[in-house]
Structure formats: structure tokens, C-alpha cells
């Protein structure tokens, strides 16, 4: 399994502001991946992370829009930038252990007035 | 692009009573993942299915993949009220798993 430890848990934010959203994992891991997820919807992969290299990101996600950090192997940030309505969703953070498995943090749920 | 779908997409059972979920995909799956969200949680990892017509049991959960993977179900005997929650299957495309569209199973007591 693995920890990871994700913050804030919730924000509410006003429209044309920007949230860093933060994951910390126990321990190293060379990729790290951002989902979305619509209030009722599944989860949509936003980028994957590496350290030491840019962001790659999926079809329908910007950099712009959702620039991301990994500053180091246990480490990772996503902004949401600009924020609109539109962006109210669960954003997780998320590695993969033991083969293909994925495992989680808390999510933040994140809603835009 | 690849798509996983669920069906249903809810579903109301009586405790006690039996629940499947089915997962399709338009492509053939190198394997399948199944994960269960409670309400106001996270994902969490339940089992991985890798070879043609695999079985795999966990308690009171079933967890089937097809003879030409492209389609799984999950089986739940006798629910509980801890069943509670959204079940996703996820199939590895490439380099990322996708996700299927989630069946929400809620069960009155």
C-alpha cells in the first residue's frame, strides 16, 4: 500500500483565483498522477508527473490551466489556475504500487463561486 | 479513444439481496482493475484480473473476466449495508488506466 497525503481536503474559492493543491507520498515513486473528478462522474486523468521532466498531460488539459510541480520523488503539486465554476470538482493525486495498482489520497474538493 | 462502460448506472437493492455490475470496453484488455468509492471517499483498490476467464473470490465478492477481455463483472451475494458506495472497473491503456463510467450501488436496510 501507500501513504499519501494530500491537502487542503476542501477549499471554496472565488472565481479568477488559482489553488495549489499539494500530495506527499511515503516514499518515493517515479510517477505521479492527477485525476478530476465531476460531482457524481468517474475519474478523468488531468497529467502525469515525472521528476525531473515536464508534466505530461491529457487531451483536453492544459499547462495553463493546470500547471504542475515535481520538485522530487515524494512530491507533487497541482494549480488550478484561474478558476471558474466549471473547475467545482474532486481532485486526487494518485501512484501506483505493486504493478498496476493505484493508490489514493483523500482528494480535495474544491468548489468555485 | 478506448471507453469503459458500466452497467447500471445505479442500482437499489434490499439488504440481503444480490448485486452485479458489468463492465464492457470496445477493445481487448490486457487486464482489469476493479476499485470501490464510498461515499465521500477515495478510490480504493480491490482486485486485479489479468488471464482470459479468470475467477477470483473475495467473501461475499465475485469478480469475473471474460473469455476475450472485454468484459468483466463484479458480483456481490447477499449485501450489506457496508456495500455502500461507487464501483469502478479501470483497464490499462496506454501507459494510464482508464476508468469506467461507475455503477453507484446503494442498499436499504
Known amino acids: 500500500s501507500a501513504v499519501i497525503s494530500q491537502k487542503p481536503s476542501r477549499d471554496i474559492c472565488q472565481r479568477g483565483t488559482s489553488l495549489t493543491i499539494q500530495c506527499q507520498v511515503d516514499?518515493?515513486?517515479?510517477?505521479m498522477f492527477w485525476y478530476r473528478q465531476q460531482p457524481g462522474q468517474s475519474l478523468t486523468l488531468i497529467a502525469t508527473?515525472?521528476?525531473?521532466?515536464?508534466?505530461?498531460?491529457e487531451s483536453g488539459f492544459v499547462i495553463d490551466k493546470f500547471p504542475i510541480s515535481r520538485p522530487n520523488l515524494t512530491f507533487s503539486t497541482l494549480t488550478v489556475s484561474n478558476m471558474s465554476p466549471e473547475d467545482s470538482s474532486i481532485y486526487l493525486c494518485?501512484?501506483?504500487?505493486?504493478?498496476?495498482?493505484?493508490?489514493f489520497g483523500s482528494g480535495t474538493q474544491l468548489s468555485v463561486l | 479513444g478506448q471507453q469503459v462502460m458500466q452497467i447500471p448506472q445505479y442500482q437499489h437493492v434490499q439488504e440481503g439481496e444480490d448485486f452485479t455490475t458489468y463492465c464492457n470496453s470496445s477493445?481487448?484488455?490486457?487486464?482489469i482493475q476493479w476499485y470501490k468509492q464510498r461515499p465521500g471517499g477515495h478510490p480504493v483498490f480491490l482486485i486485479q484480473?489479468?488471464?482470459?476467464?479468470e475467477v477470483k473470490k473475495q467473501k461475499r465478492l465475485t469478480f469475473q473476466f471474460g473469455e476475450a477481455k472485454k468484459n468483466s463483472s463484479l458480483h456481490i451475494t447477499a449485501t450489506q449495508t457496508t456495500d455502500v458506495g461507487t464501483y469502478f472497473c479501470?483497464?490499462?491503456?496506454?501507459?494510464?488506466?482508464?476508468f469506467g463510467t461507475g455503477t453507484r450501488l446503494q442498499v436499504f436496510p
Open positions: 494518485s501512484v501506483q504500487r505493486g504493478g498496476e495498482k493505484l493508490f
Open positions: 516514499s518515493q515513486v517515479t510517477m
Open positions: 508527473a515525472n521528476q525531473g521532466s515536464e508534466a505530461t498531460y
Open positions: 477493445t481487448t484488455l490486457s487486464n
Open positions: 484480473l489479468v488471464k482470459s476467464g
Open positions: 479501470a483497464a490499462t491503456g496506454t501507459d494510464k488506466l482508464i
